[in-house]
């Protein structure tokens, strides 16, 4: 089954604890992406990858790194996370094949992260 | 500064009848825009699309509707069901901006 899988669902954590979220997918897309959902302010994006070893900011990087070693994995990085970061945090992939601009992102299920 | 606008946060419609959901957007450099659909506790699934070629694309009880000249595109459900009570967001290509999302309540 196609799919984009993030790990943890849920995560509590104190301030300057870093964490990882995990991200992977098995459609072997090129284009990979991380958003956080925030309410009133709805979709954001923080970090998105072209493809292996190209990475580029998004919206709102400030406080997270990305890393794209493989293909199939994307994680997010908090080194020291604050308060600020506590949201709900989805993870996308995307094909460039075909008519790349129409190629619709996959997301994962979510990762809903509290930072006390 | 929001290139992608869903000026309307929440939206009731009574089951049966045509529910809209309108989009706005600034950048005429789009050309591929998106609807999406988010249950709780769900990520945003894709439902429709439309190249900036088009201005009509329809799929069963969905249409998209585009103007570009008014910088503007709407989704249309015909007839809504209480399946499609969600959270809809509107996206525009290449860089994949999301408007803040529309609440739809479908009304038994």
């Known amino acids: 089954e196609a799919q984009v899988t993030q790990n943890p669902r849920y995560l509590i954590t104190v301030t300057g604890k870093k964490l990882t979220v995990t991200c992977s997918q098995n459609?072997?897309?090129?284009?990979m992406s991380w958003y956080r959902q925030d309410p009133g302010l709805g979709l954001r994006q923080i970090y998105y990858s072209m493809n292996v070893e190209v990475t580029d900011k998004g919206d709102v990087p400030e406080g997270y790194k990305v890393s794209r070693k493989e293909k199939r994995n994307f994680p997010l990085i908090l080194e020291s996370p604050s308060p600020n970061q506590t949201s709900l945090y989805f993870c996308?992939?995307?094909?460039?094949?075909?008519?790349?601009?129409?190629?619709?992102?996959?997301f994962g299920n979510g990762t809903r992260l509290t930072v006390t | 500064d929001q290139q992608v606008k869903q000026n309307s946060p929440s939206l009731s419609v009574q089951e049966g009848r045509i529910s809209i959901l309108n989009c706005d957007y600034t950048n005429s450099m789009f050309d591929y825009f998106l609807w999406y659909k988010k249950y709780p506790a769900e990520g945003p699934t894709f439902l429709i699309s439309?190249?900036?070629?088009?201005d009509k694309n329809e799929d069963g009880r969905f249409t998209v509707f585009l103007n570009k000249s008014a910088k503007h595109l709407s989704l249309h459900i015909v007839p809504s069901q209480p399946g499609d009570s969600a959270v809809y967001f509107c996206?525009?290509?290449?860089?994949?901006?999301f408007g803040k999302g529309t609440r739809l309540h479908i009304l038994p």
């Open positions: 459609m072997n897309h090129e284009y």
């Open positions: 996206a525009a290509s290449a860089k994949i901006i």
């Open positions: 996308a992939s995307r094909s460039y094949r075909g008519p790349a601009a129409g190629s619709p992102l996959h």
């Open positions: 439309i190249s900036s070629i088009k």
